[in-house]
């Protein structure tokens, strides 16, 4: 078997595990599209930036399971430990590098989110920076209901900050990212 196919095994059983865990979700935006969207589009924003590392692409489509599917630590542990076993080390240490804690306020994960991606392994902060793109780009394509004007164009200023300290792994995203929060930030303040 060659390597490539391996490769392709990997990312399918990642797929149909995120697939899986992420069944019932649904993204917040107006028209209510699976949640599986999400990560799939951030693995594809990776790979688009010349990203070919099977371990990253795989954590990118795993990067929300954990934080959107476990309610409490046991359950953390117990799918930490799934994906441990059934995709690496190199898989799950990223993923668990972009996880909020989602037993904290809203306002303390997003400081945290600023603080710890500077430290975060290069692949954390390389997803990170893809889930800042896909997520600034659907405030205009698929905008959360309920969120007005001053709340998106606050969402974009975070992501910058957070954007910022991931900096330095992907010369390609990072110009992305500043080109979708350049052309979303002007969509909405126009």
């Known amino acids: 078997m060659s390597t490539h196919s391996h490769d392709h095994n990997k990312l399918f059983a990642a797929l149909q595990f995120a697939a899986e865990r992420h069944r019932f979700q649904h993204r917040k935006g107006a028209e ?53 076993a059934d995709f690496g080390e190199n898989v799950l240490l ?13 306002d303390k994960r997003k400081e945290l989110q600023v603080k710890m991606i500077a430290t975060a392994c290069d692949r954390a902060r390389k997803i990170r920076i893809a889930d800042k793109i896909c997520n600034v ?24 900050r957070v954007v910022e300290q991931a900096k330095g792994v992907n010369a390609s995203l990072e110009e992305a990212f500043v080109d979708v ?7 909405l303040t126009s």
């Not at 999400?38 to 990253?56: F, M, Q, R």
């Not at 990067?63 to 441990?84: C, F, G, M, P, W």
């Not at 993923?95 to 306020?105: A, I, M």
């Open 181 to 187: 929060a350049e052309k979303v930030f002007n969509h």
């Open 137 to 160: 780009r659907d405030l205009w394509e698929y905008p959360p209901k309920g969120w007005e004007i001053d709340r998106k164009i606050a969402y974009i200023k975070w992501s910058q």
């Open 94 to 106: 990223p993923v668990l590098e972009v996880s909020d804690n989602k037993n904290l306020p809203i």
């Open 32 to 84: 209510e599209t699976p949640y599986i969207n999400h990560p799939i589009s951030v693995a594809h924003e990776l790979a688009k930036h010349g990203e070919e590392d099977t371990n990253l692409l795989c954590a990118a489509l795993l990067h929300d399971v954990i934080e959107d599917t476990t309610r409490n630590e046991q359950e953390i542990e117990k799918l930490s430990a799934i994906i441990l």
